[in-house]
């Protein structure tokens, strides 16, 4: 969105934005009073919070955060009223020309109206369309955040500013909140624990491109392998496809037109230009359309997970979270339009189970026909309607989010919206709908009267990004995975040298059972050798001493710090097998 368009959206702020947007601008008197020559940019609401861009004549450190909020508090405290006025543009432009206000003006000049908000508050006036509260004493408790720096309408060709974000909130309570929920997602920052639990490493060489280290490559696997069950369970069957493809496979699935920014496109030999494989869609129409299908073949449920890259501005890379290599646990099904509901129907109920099983809340969303979209307007609003009847009938009316213009550019979908156990939302899966690829790509289908009919494609991953997937999993469970996913599932930690050979048939025996475990062998007491496995989070840490050894049995501690005793090594295997096998999230 435009820094013109934040403006103009700007009415349509909820109570708290409006709070927050006010806070905004006694922030930004509070910095008037300390930099009288300071230039002002923009200070909308955000978020859980509100930020100002500023020209000043010297950088901010964090050390000046409580001098403005001090100033803040003053202002607050004077409960000063919150004064709306219309200025004609070339009053407002003279205005602000004057007091050297560059950034005010250029808005200005790209404003249509021959009118321009204008507010003040005690001894700020600012170009504003509001709306605030009515003074100064009805913001709540605030709190300056941080300090970062921020170009000039997002263009890295002109000057950067210096950005202010701040949070505001009706009490207290509220805000001692929101700074717990920031301390608890620092420590459960998927690239910090992902580091420390040894998962992946991301290389300047290689940017946006995770290494799979070890063990996150058996947490990756793991994912896979319970997908792959359960999908072949229900149809579903699983092919793999080139990493590139001519770039003509790209012009017709119209990728080209429309998403050739984010692809990586190489060229090769004898002239032929390349376009390395974004998504998955094409190809498996490539797939379907190898030999004459009937009506008796549909569905046809073809899966894949093969690797994808998409050409991302660094600096929206974020760790697992926003990546350039990455794969989808995808599907393209084949239907006529008979089949639609009844499929729809057994993909939610895949995303319950797979959302269910890692305890996750998920809600849906509705995606509109977008802007730039390929196709006929009939069939997108017969598309849209046949999803909304689908959600009606599945969540019931009003029990879902609707995006206008949010579609893929071939067809509407349904998002699956993930919250965390921090409550923040994640777009994860999604469902989209699709009647334009088939036709680009002469789909085709024999129907029973002996007519050739095009198909339907239904689009759709339940994981989303693998990548994205693990990184949110990460942050949700700090680090510490169900037993099942858990890269290794239990530490045996003998207590002396002698009690080593006992602890590795205790390995053998765990292996033999299907469990992933470890010996840890250091000359380490064995206080620190549970401390550090509880540090890596690993479910069971198994000691073994005399006593252990005489009795064929282990002593279970949990990653929790509860002692389970000890136990024949028989029945802790058979515990922990039960509990694997359940994909239960106790231990």
Not at 158 to 171: C, H, V
Not at 275 to 296: D, E, F, H, Q
Request: aromatic share 10%; with cysteine; charged share 25%.
């Amino acid at each position: 969105m435009s820094i013109e368009a934040e403006m103009q959206e700007s009415m349509g702020y909820t109570p708290i934005q409006r709070m927050c947007h006010s806070a905004a601008h006694v922030m930004a008197e509070a910095v008037q009073e300390m930099f009288p020559g300071a230039k002002f940019a923009i200070g909308p609401a955000i978020e859980d919070g509100f930020y100002y861009d500023f020209d000043l004549p010297r950088s901010l450190t964090p050390e000046d955060l409580p001098e403005i909020e001090k100033r803040m508090a003053r202002i607050v405290k004077g409960k000063y009223p919150f004064l709306r006025d219309r200025w004609p543009r070339e009053k407002a432009l003279e205005y602000f020309q004057q007091k050297g206000q560059v950034y005010k003006v250029e808005l200005i000049e790209h404003l249509p109206d021959a009118e321009v908000g204008i507010y003040q508050q005690h001894n700020f006036l600012d170009l504003c369309r509001g709306p605030h509260v009515e003074n100064t004493g009805q913001i709540g408790p605030f709190k300056l955040m941080r300090v970062a720096g921020a170009y000039w309408r997002g263009d890295e060709f002109r000057p950067m500013l210096q950005r202010i974000y701040g949070t505001a909130w009706f009490n207290q309570e509220e805000l001692d909140q929101y700074l717990w929920r920031l301390e608890e997602a620092q420590k459960r920052d998927h690239r910090k624990l992902g580091k420390e639990l040894e998962l992946f490493h991301f290389d300047p060489l290689a940017p946006g491109m995770p290494y799979w280290l070890p063990r996150g490559l058996k947490l990756l696997v793991e994912l896979i392998n319970f997908w792959r069950v359960e999908h072949e369970k229900r149809g579903y069957q699983e092919f793999a496809a080139p990493l590139l493809n001519d770039r003509k496979l790209w012009e017709v699935s119209g990728h080209m037109g429309h998403y050739q920014d984010n692809m990586f496109l190489i060229s090769g030999s004898e002239g032929i230009a390349y376009g390395v494989k974004p998504m998955n869609c094409p190809n498996a129409i490539t797939v379907y359309n190898l030999k004459t299908r009937s009506y008796r073949d549909l569905p046809l449920r073809l899966s894949d997970v093969d690797v994808l890259h998409r050409q991302e501005r660094s600096g929206t890379l974020h760790g697992l979270l926003r990546v350039q290599k990455f794969q989808q646990d995808d599907a393209h099904i084949f239907v006529t339009e008979e089949q639609l509901e009844d499929e729809f129907a057994n993909i939610l109920g895949i995303a319950d189970l797979f959302y269910r099983i890692f305890d996750l809340k998920y809600t849906l969303r509705l995606g509109t026909r977008p802007a730039s979209y390929v196709g006929d307007l009939e069939t997108w609003e017969k598309a849209e309607a046949i999803l909304r009847r689908i959600l009606d009938k599945h969540r019931g009316p009003g029990n879902y989010l609707v995006l206008e213009g949010d579609g893929a550019f071939y067809g509407p979908k349904i998002d699956i919206l993930m919250e965390d156990v921090l409550g923040r939302s994640w777009q994860m899966g999604t469902i989209q709908l699709d009647y334009q690829e088939p036709r680009r790509f002469n789909c085709s289908y024999i129907d029973k009267d002996g007519a050739q009919k095009t198909p339907i494609i239904i689009h759709r991953v339940i994981y989303g990004s693998l990548e994205r997937f693990i990184g949110i999993l990460i942050e949700h469970t700090a680090g510490a995975f169900p037993l099942w996913l858990a890269p290794v599932q239990a530490m045996v930690i003998p207590i002396a040298d002698r009690h080593q050979d006992y602890a590795y048939q205790v390995l053998a025996k765990l292996k033999e059972a299907g469990i992933r475990a470890e010996v840890d062998t250091r000359g380490e007491r064995m206080n620190a050798k549970i401390r550090d496995a509880q540090l890596q989070k690993i479910p069971y840490m198994l000691v073994v001493g005399d006593k252990e050894a005489a009795a064929e049995a282990v002593s279970v501690r949990l990653r929790t710090n509860v002692d389970l005793k000890s136990m024949p090594l028989t029945q802790f295997i058979e515990r922990a097998g039960n509990i694997i096998k359940a994909r239960s999230m106790e231990l």
